[in-house]
């Protein structure tokens, strides 16, 4: 493995070539715990733990990059997006230029938690139907929600391209018109052929929740998104108190 040099350190984080990167340096654009290093070639003892600012905006060095995002509505998850803006036009440029993809995807009328990386073990660990992480969604229906409705979705709904039954973890009424759907399955739109095959309509939906990790705990609203800690990860391991 190459040594980080300082170089191949702003590179990664997206602000360039590397020839771009040797001249912002050069040129003293680049500052570590509050002083100016210009030379490129300079290694960095503990890289993450070092305090960066580049034309005066702090940084911080991450190997790979974890986000969560609100997603509004009107928006694709995908990076070469057909008929709406991708969601990474919601990034800005550094983030956009390292190899970020959604994990799983979000239909583009479909709101809520949607989570982003470029640690391809990350994403399938968060996607293989084998890891079994729950999904919550709030699921808006046409018309009022029925307990037969509930008991089936729990029993379980037969779609026509699937081999068997796919059932809800749970599913409970939140109001006339309202249901907290929990999924481990990420088929295509699932939540919505569901309630069609039970004889309603999903008028609305938005996921609030991905194993621990709450839309709600993140505090973003519709377009915000931040950075996953180490305490998110854990969370979305189910390792969140009184998980």
């Known amino acids: ?18 020839k771009y990167c040797r001249a912002l340096i050069f040129d003293g654009a680049l500052q570590i715990d509050g002083e100016v290093v210009d030379d490129p070639g300079f290694i960095p003892a503990d890289p993450e733990k070092r305090a960066y600012s580049l034309d005066g905006v702090a940084f911080r060095y991450r190997p790979q990059l974890y986000l969560a995002l609100h997603k509004p509505p009107n928006y694709e998850c995908s990076r070469k997006p057909s008929h709406h803006p991708g969601v990474l036009t919601l990034f800005p440029d550094p983030i ?24 391809g073990a990350f994403i399938h660990a968060q996607t293989s139907p084998r890891r ?3 999904k919550y969604y709030h699921a808006s229906t046409a018309e009022d929600v029925s307990q037969d409705l509930i008991a089936h979705m729990l029993a379980g709904v037969q779609l026509h391209d699937e081999p068997a039954p796919l059932k809800a973890l749970e599913c409970s009424q939140l109001g006339p018109r309202l249901l907290q759907i929990v999924l481990e399955q990420g ?13 309603n309509h999903c008028a609305a939906l938005t ?4 194993g ?23 969370q979305l391991r189910g390792q969140a108190e009184g998980e």
């Open 1 to 18: 493995m190459a040594k980080l040099t300082l170089e191949r350190l702003l590179q990664s984080q997206g602000y360039g070539t590397r």
């Open 96 to 119: 956009r230029a390292r190899d970020v993809q959604p994990v799983g995807r979000l239909d583009h009328d479909t709101t809520g938690l949607l989570l982003l990386s470029d640690d």
């Open 187 to 199: 088929k295509y739109h699932q939540v919505k052929r569901m309630l069609a095959a039970c004889g």
């Open 132 to 134: 079994h992480v729950p």
């Open 207 to 210: 996921r609030v929740q991905i």
């Open 212 to 234: 621990g990790l709450t839309l709600q705990g993140l505090g973003l609203q519709e377009g915000q998104w931040c950075y996953l800690e180490a305490e998110h990860l854990a």
